[in-house]
């Protein structure tokens, strides 16, 4: 089989295209399971801290039952170490596909569908669930499609159109914006593709303390709560795509103590929720201090972050 680098290369002369007939918008739950438990939150874990998957799991007390990893356009994420490895030890992949120097004009026009097609392949002959979160934040920095609602919806569509037509049916989808939206753009609930391209909404979020001046501290409802009432109106499973919260400005283990019982109490729809466990922009690791550790582990144990089904 060709990469997806050799298939993009090869495409990038091609004639425009004529667009895909639109397929019935029917629910995409209707195809079955997408992965949401009967009660509780999935955790879900990416692993850029100290140490491997193995070591950070045994820092903090368990297996997440969420992998998440990032990969380019023209990177086969179905065939990779990290997807193989994660459905061989029980574990979701969740898989944020960012098409970093992809032209939308050229998704929509068809000029890069045998990646797409390729990928949806690669893809079906997993033959076991992945959570795909395409083109996430589209509504922040990464603008993708110049932040224009409509050519990024066209081109979600698109993509979502081509695994279905392949039978890529394994793969359930993400639609995930920031929950902040870039000043003097659209926001973020323009950008939705429709909920016959949506398994689940999603929302990343942050509390980046005090560390740096116009920065203030959020609570963990805080940080979510405007989100959570625009995306609980549609009715869909939500899972939260990455989450952190910095040390400075108030206590990090307090914060992550209110997350279990604020999901309970305030966002039952949300029934995932990822942790960014990276030193990055902020020291949103959950060892950045021992107390912060401590209160993860114990989030990690809670019966609500261990759901049965």
Same mark, same amino acid.
């Given at each position: 089989?060709?990469?997806?680098?050799?298939?993009?290369?090869?495409?990038?002369?091609?004639?425009?295209?004529?667009?895909?007939? *639109?397929?019935?918008?029917?629910?995409?739950?209707?195809?079955?399971?997408?992965?949401?438990?009967?009660?509780?939150?999935?955790?879900?874990?990416?692993?850029?801290?100290?140490?491997?998957?193995?070591?950070?799991?045994?820092?903090?007390?368990?297996?997440?039952?969420?992998?998440?990893?990032?990969?380019?356009?023209?990177?086969?994420?179905?065939?990779? *170490?990290?997807?193989?490895?994660?459905?061989?030890?029980?574990?979701?992949?969740?898989?944020?596909?960012?098409? =970093?120097?992809?032209?939308?004009?050229?998704?929509?026009?068809?000029?890069?569908?045998?990646?797409?097609?390729?990928?949806?392949?690669?893809?079906?002959?997993?033959?076991?669930?992945?959570?795909?979160?395409?083109?996430?934040?589209?509504?922040?920095?990464?603008?993708?499609?110049?932040?224009?609602?409509?050519?990024?919806?066209?081109?979600?569509?698109?993509?979502?159109?081509? =695994?279905?037509?392949?039978?890529?049916?394994?793969?359930?989808?993400?639609?995930?914006?920031?929950?902040?939206?870039?000043?003097?753009?659209?926001?973020?609930?323009?950008?939705?593709?429709?909920?016959?391209?949506?398994?689940?909404?999603?929302?990343?979020?942050?509390?980046?303390?005090?560390?740096?001046?116009?920065?203030?501290?959020?609570?963990?409802?805080?940080? =979510?709560?405007?989100?959570?009432?625009?995306?609980?109106?549609?009715?869909?499973?939500?899972?939260?795509?990455?989450?952190?919260?910095?040390?400075?400005?108030?206590?990090?283990?307090?914060?992550?103590?209110?997350?279990?019982?604020?999901?309970?109490?305030?966002?039952?729809?949300?029934?995932?929720?990822?942790?960014?466990?990276?030193?990055?922009?902020?020291?949103?690791?959950?060892?950045?201090?021992?107390?912060?550790?401590?209160?993860?582990?114990?989030?990690?144990?809670?019966?609500?972050?261990?759901?049965?089904?």
């Amino acid at each position: 089989m060709l990469s997806l680098a050799a298939i993009t290369a090869g495409c990038s002369s091609t004639d425009d295209l004529p667009p895909l007939p *639109a397929p019935p918008a029917t629910s995409a739950a209707d195809r079955g399971d997408i992965l949401v438990p009967r009660q509780g939150v999935l955790l879900g874990h990416y692993y850029g801290g100290a140490g491997s998957i193995e070591e950070t799991d045994a820092r903090i007390g368990r297996k997440p039952a969420i992998h998440l990893s990032y990969y380019d356009w023209s990177t086969d994420w179905a065939t990779s *170490a990290a997807t193989r490895a994660d459905l061989a030890d029980g574990r979701i992949p969740l898989i944020n596909w960012e098409p =970093f120097g992809v032209s939308f004009d050229d998704i929509v026009g068809g000029k890069l569908d045998g990646t797409i097609e390729a990928q949806a392949d690669s893809a079906k002959a997993l033959g076991k669930k992945v959570l795909l979160d395409f083109a996430a934040e589209m509504n922040e920095e990464a603008g993708w499609g110049d932040h224009s609602p409509d050519k990024y919806i066209a081109a979600y569509r698109r993509v979502h159109e081509i =695994f279905v037509r392949r039978g890529a049916e394994n793969v359930v989808w993400i639609w995930c914006p920031n929950n902040t939206d870039s000043p003097n753009t659209p926001p973020a609930m323009a950008y939705y593709p429709g909920d016959g391209y949506v398994d689940w909404t999603g929302v990343d979020g942050y509390n980046w303390g005090t560390a740096k001046e116009g920065f203030s501290w959020q609570s963990f409802e805080e940080v =979510f709560a405007t989100a959570y009432g625009q995306l609980s109106a549609l009715g869909k499973p939500i899972i939260i795509g990455e989450m952190a919260s910095d040390e400075v400005g108030g206590s990090k283990a307090q914060w992550i103590n209110e997350v279990a019982p604020t999901l309970r109490q305030r966002f039952p729809l949300i029934k995932a929720a990822v942790w960014f466990d990276v030193d990055k922009e902020r020291r949103w690791q959950v060892n950045s201090s021992p107390s912060s550790l401590a209160a993860y582990r114990d989030l990690a144990k809670d019966p609500y972050f261990n759901p049965r089904g």
